[in-house]
């Protein structure tokens, strides 16, 4: 089993910096890449970021410039660095990673996500 918990989220004012980190455990074989999603109300959940397992990085375009994902891979962490945050910034971010998974015989992947952690960001 597998759990990724989220910490760093909270209120802030626009112009603003947040940083968000999420933790991995559990019992996995590696993780793959990692990232950042958020969903505003009413609103379908979006990428924000993702970073790979060598460091490559992609943003979303609304984020570029102001986000930066960052990882630890030997705490099994991943960060978001908010800067210059804007209300439309605000939702709940959750993390993801994807997991490996080594039976023995076979690898598989599995899909983790975290509980959510809320930014708001005041105009």
């Known amino acids: 089993q597998v759990q990724l918990v989220e910490s760093g989220g909270g209120l802030v004012q626009a112009g603003g910096s947040l940083r968000l980190s999420c933790a991995a455990s559990?019992?996995?074989?590696?993780?793959?890449?990692m990232g950042w999603y958020r969903q505003a109300p009413g609103k379908q959940r979006e990428l924000v970021a993702v970073i790979t397992t060598g460091g490559s990085v992609n943003y979303a375009d609304s984020v570029k410039g102001r986000f930066t994902i960052s990882r630890d891979n030997a705490k099994n962490t991943v960060y978001l660095q908010m800067n210059r945050l804007k209300p439309e910034d605000t939702a709940v971010y959750y993390c993801?990673?994807?997991?490996?998974?080594?039976?023995?015989?076979?690898?598989?992947?599995?899909?983790?996500w975290g509980q959510g952690t809320q930014v708001t960001v005041s105009s």
């Open positions: 559990g019992s996995f074989f590696s993780i793959n890449a």
């Open positions: 993801n990673a994807d997991f490996g998974h080594y039976s023995g015989t076979y690898y598989y992947n599995e899909a983790g």
